[in-house]
């Protein structure tokens, strides 16, 4: 495991330029530039607020296009990160065809190029709190390693995908399809509290109550969501008992994804 | 010390696609009713290779298609991973196996030497340092800021083998980009190779098919031959090896094919044969003893009259090079074919052509060298060389020349 890390410290360099590479070649010839990287959020908050005010979902008081727009980052990061990731590998054939560098370079550079987008995402979210006279808490502070966390996540995915992927081409097509049904099980539209307040509270599902909601919070998304949030608008900290089953899940998870990674890298350029 | 050491490497491919699901199920179906299941072929692309190369060694692969010398290079380059056996490698490898193998189109010349630069393991300083010899080498000082997408092919490979060459790896692999650009190129890139060699002791591994050029560069060769290392030491004796393994390939496609048949034929004329003198034929194949006269007999039929008429004949080794051709056009009257039968008899003196298989090419011409009759490879005639020149003759020539020679004792001022 050191040994994995320190590998990858010698290969940064190479990570960067890469995740330069896509980002140049994504918006070189783009007229609009950078600027499309939060589109994509961006619209999916103003749908998100339309349906909000016919439905009605309990924000707290927190304004929701700011609460949806929060939480959305960290998705869309993690949505992006591991289906951009599992195609990662097949992408790159010519290079993997020609030249040796250890292969899990591939998924991560898909991740770094995603993190700059979060980065402007930022700027976004900056601008969205200042117009509602949000004051940010040093709680923010926890932002880097909730961000450190859902990259584990995405790797998790990305790793053991993007190695099916270069066997079997149904995972590059099935995955993004399946995150983006995930999208609904995890706290984006509506936020963690009111999941709690229906299962833990209420006792909505009777007897399975307290079981779905740890099946709910299986999910690392619930977790991090929640725990972004709450670092940005609530001054908390990471709220441990939402955000362990969803660490043990990767804890599990990780390692068996990152160990098929290498035991079919070597076979790559043989059969992609 | 070995810097590559290769020791039983076995690799094997399986032929066809990827069992699908569909496959599976068959399969699965076949082991249920106890029938054997299909299985895909399997291919030994290198069968138990070992060698071992020392640094500072250069070294050249050659073999026929499918011989296996891009597969070899691919382990040592760590691409693939080997069926059985081991390769080791010790030090920084740089593989040309094809050059400009990372360069993206839309990003620019500069963009694309540091990131090729980066994924072959050097920091941004380093390419910093080099970039401005790089671009140099390449000639593309103009066209640097210029995305590859536009760059002419020539461009792009000379690019490639500027990046490739200015890494300072350990070990360089090169697969047959010694011939890039145009010829005042290629001669650039071949002086640098040299240089990287002699100059810099790299370890360098080259394979071609351009044998006289690796012949040059190399001293030692491996030859591969269905995955299988066939020879393994000094590139003369593996070139040669090598080019009678193919002569007597195409000896025999050329025998083989052989056929009294015209590529142009205006049907004002037929050759009905074309017969060869010989005292010996070994399954209907004239032998000509070296330095001995050939003598050939044509019979046309002319089915109009052909005046001042020009008839070329000539011979051509097996790879259809042309090593000499007799005309009628050198001689001083006319030559007027009627209407009707002709039998001509050509004598071509002290037939002094390195031994093995000619085919007979025929030319004949009206007044305004229209062609009415042309073929190449009429008939096959193969030159033998006597008992007593054997192992006294130098090889690797097309021909020899009859000499005379004055060897004068120069007087001691």
């Known amino acids: 495991m050191i040994a994995t890390v320190k590998n990858l410290l010698a290969y940064r360099e190479l990570i960067l330029v890469l995740a330069w590479k896509n980002i140049a070649v994504r918006y070189k010839q783009a007229y609009m530039g950078l600027a499309w990287a939060v589109l994509k959020p961006l619209m999916l908050m103003l749908i998100f607020t339309l349906v909000k005010s016919f439905v009605g979902i309990e924000s707290g008081d927190i304004p929701y296009p700011v609460l949806v727009f929060a939480a959305l980052m960290p998705w869309i990061f993690f949505q992006e990160s591991a289906s951009e990731g599992v195609n990662s590998v097949v992408a790159h054939t010519a290079l993997i065809k020609k030249i040796y560098f250890p292969r899990e370079i591939f998924p991560l550079v898909a991740m770094t190029t995603k993190l700059l987008e979060l980065g402007i995402g930022f700027i976004i979210l900056a601008g969205l709190m200042t117009w509602y006279g949000m004051v940010p808490t040093a709680s923010i502070l926890w932002l880097p390693v909730i961000i450190a966390y859902t990259m584990l996540a995405a790797l998790t995915i990305s790793l053991f995908g993007s190695a099916v992927n270069v066997y079997y081409r149904d995972m590059g097509q099935a995955l993004p399809v399946v995150l983006s049904l995930f999208m609904y099980a995890s706290p984006v539209i509506y936020p963690l509290t009111l999941v709690k307040q229906k299962l833990l509270v209420e006792q909505a599902a009777g007897d399975w109550s307290n079981i779905l909601y740890t099946i709910y919070i299986l999910n690392p998304l619930a977790g991090i969501i929640d725990a972004f949030q709450g670092a940005l608008f609530r001054s908390q900290s990471p709220d441990i008992s939402t955000l362990l089953p969803g660490m043990i899940a990767i804890l599990i998870l990780l390692p068996f994804s990152y160990l098929y990674f290498k035991r079919a890298e070597a076979y790559f350029a043989d059969v992609i | ?413």
């Open chain 2, 1 to 413: 010390m070995a810097v590559i050491e290769v020791k039983n490497l076995t690799k094997e491919y399986q032929l066809g696609a990827l069992t699908s699901l569909k496959d599976n199920i068959l399969n699965l179906n076949r082991r249920i009713q106890g029938k054997p299941t299909q299985e895909r072929k399997r291919f030994k692309a290198l069968d138990d290779v070992s060698f071992s190369i020392e640094k500072g060694e250069v070294v050249g692969i050659i073999g026929h298609n499918g011989a296996g010398k891009s597969t070899l290079l691919k382990h040592l380059a760590k691409i693939t991973t080997p069926t059985s056996g081991s390769v080791n490698v010790t030090g920084t490898v740089a593989p040309l196996i094809e050059v400009g193998a990372g360069f993206v189109p839309d990003l620019t010349g500069r963009e694309n030497i540091y990131l090729n630069c980066s994924i072959m393991g050097l920091t941004r300083k380093q390419t910093a340092a080099k970039i401005d010899e790089i671009i140099e080498f390449a000639e593309l000082e103009e066209f640097i800021d210029t995305p590859i997408k536009r760059y002419s092919s020539g461009m792009a490979v000379r690019l490639g083998f500027s990046v490739a060459t200015s890494i300072d790896a350990d070990i360089l692999i090169v697969d047959e980009v010694l011939a890039v650009g145009d010829l005042s190129f290629q001669r650039k890139s071949i002086a640098r190779m040299e240089n990287l060699i002699k100059e810099k002791g790299k370890t360098v591994l080259i394979v071609g098919h351009n044998i006289r050029q690796l012949e040059r560069i190399c001293p030692r060769m491996l030859l591969l031959r269905h995955g299988q290392l066939a020879m393994d030491g000094d590139s003369g004796q593996v070139s040669k090896s090598f080019f009678d393994e193919s002569t007597q390939k195409n000896s025999k496609g050329l025998i083989h094919d052989s056929k009294l048949q015209p590529a142009t034929d205006t049907e004002e004329m037929e050759v009905r044969s074309i017969d060869v003198n010989s005292v010996q034929k070994v399954d209907g194949i004239s032998i000509i003893p070296l330095f001995s006269d050939l003598i050939i007999h044509i019979n046309i039929l002319c089915h109009t009259d052909i005046n001042n008429a020009e008839i070329n004949i000539g011979l051509h080794n097996a790879e259809m090079i042309f090593v000499g051709k007799a005309s009628t056009s050198l001689l001083k009257n006319a030559i007027n074919l009627s209407k009707g039968e002709h039998t001509l008899a050509v004598t071509i003196q002290n037939i002094s052509l390195s031994p093995g298989p000619y085919g007979i090419g025929l030319g004949i011409y009206d007044w305004a060298r229209r062609p009415i009759w042309s073929g190449s490879n009429l008939q096959p005639i193969s030159v033998e060389i006597s008992p007593e020149y054997v192992s006294k003759l130098p090889i690797g020539t097309l021909g020899y020349f009859s000499a005379s020679w004055d060897f004068t004792r120069q007087k001691q001022t």
